[in-house]
């Protein structure tokens, strides 16, 4: 459904006395979309319908636009979570946050960039255990345990 028909529905919700106020608030902002160029995107009522923040693949994106989504994205939502990049990707990255103020924590185990000033992720009281079963793991468990800390969960590794 578009979102001005998402949009609409819940507004007649609203207006027939099917949702209050707080719900009706809460339901719109989980339809924010963001368009980045002519190129990305981005889902940024996600965490507001899903409890789950977007995380951006890195994989087989352009540098200069991967940048672009980066700095979007966190500009926007205070952070923003990028997998599997490559370290031409993480300079790209870099080189528009650092021009804009933007700070940018590179995981480089985990192949995953954390970009943004938006606070750390608030504790849900979740536990995560990452096991792996030698080094050819460890690249993916590094991904996953930097997944799972964003989405504010404590992680434990063995």
Known sequence: MPANRALQDLLDQYKEGKLDLDA???????????RVGDFACLDL????????PEVVLAEGKDAGHLAEIALSHAVAAGR??????????????RKLAADAGIEVEHRIAG???????????????????????????????EEAKVIAEEMGCEVRTA
């Open 24 to 34: 009706a608030a809460e339901a719109i902002e989980g339809l924010r979309l963001e």
């Open 45 to 52: 009522g996600r965490n507001v319908r899903c409890g789950l």
């Open 80 to 93: 923003c979570v990028i997998t599997r990049i490559s370290h031409e990707q993480a300079d790209a990255v």
């Open 111 to 141: 192949r995953v960039l954390i970009v943004g000033n938006g606070p750390a992720p608030v504790p849900t009281g979740g536990i995560v255990a990452i096991i792996t079963a030698g080094t050819s793991d460890i690249r993916v468990a």
